[in-house]
């Protein structure tokens, strides 16, 4: 099923342009503060951002390997 997200938005903007019930505007504000403030980071575990961190640290250290003597090692 293919969706034409422009005429969704459309049609979302005039249902909420009609509607006058305050819950069903905060709800859809709520939502969009709960997408808008979301990072993936802050879902990561310590372990997980710390593992992360060092890769950076090794990439901006120069400490590389090209993807195919990687792959060499483990075939």
Request: charged share 30%.
């Amino acid at each position: 099923m293919i969706i034409n997200i422009q005429a969704e938005k459309i049609e979302l903007a005039k249902m909420l342009l009609n509607t006058n019930d305050p819950e069903i505007i905060q709800s859809i504000k709520q939502i969009f503060k709960r997408e808008s403030s979301t990072d993936f980071w802050d879902d990561l575990t310590t372990e997980q951002q710390a593992e992360i961190n060092q890769g950076i640290s090794e990439i901006e250290n120069g400490d590389l390997v090209d993807f195919d003597s990687f792959m060499a090692k483990h075939r």
